[in-house]
């Protein structure tokens, strides 16, 4: 069992910053790849970044790249997501993932993910 739970949402303006943290814990919590997701209304939930359980490689969405940052500090079992040159269009839930089975690297696909955080509100004013 993994229990994940972010912090960091707000209120922001359009080429602010925010950075979001995600504290992880259980058993497997160190041992398991770590992404990103979110969600806008009425839209799908899409991933926005994601970083091994080594923290040796991350992965990007288009959209974010060149913008956002995910780390991990494995000692404190935390995974964060750096967002600069923030736009209206990044307004969403965030959700913050673990995939415990590692079948593979880490993906863009939800579904692949075990466990999921309860998500922090994001807004990005125009």
């Known amino acids: 069992q993994v229990l994940l739970v972010e912090s960091g949402g707000g209120l922001v303006q359009a080429g602010g910053s925010l950075r979001l943290s995600c504290a992880a814990s259980?058993?497997?919590?160190?041992?398991?790849?770590m992404g990103w997701f979110r969600q806008a209304p009425g839209k799908e939930r899409e991933f926005v970044a994601a970083?091994?359980?080594?923290?040796?490689?991350?992965y990007y969405a288009d959209s974010v790249k060149g913008r956002f940052t995910i780390s991990r500090d494995s000692a404190k079992n935390t995974v964060s997501l750096q967002m600069n040159s923030l736009k209206p269009e990044d307004t969403a839930v965030y959700y913050c993932?673990?995939?415990?089975?590692?079948?593979?690297?880490?993906?863009?696909?939800?579904?692949?993910?075990?466990?999921w955080g309860q998500g922090t509100q994001v807004t990005v004013s125009s």
């Open positions: 259980g058993r497997t919590a160190g041992f398991a790849h």
């Open positions: 970083v091994h359980r080594s923290g040796s490689s991350t």
């Open positions: 993932a673990a995939d415990i089975n590692l079948r593979g690297p880490p993906t863009r696909w939800d579904n692949e993910y075990d466990y």
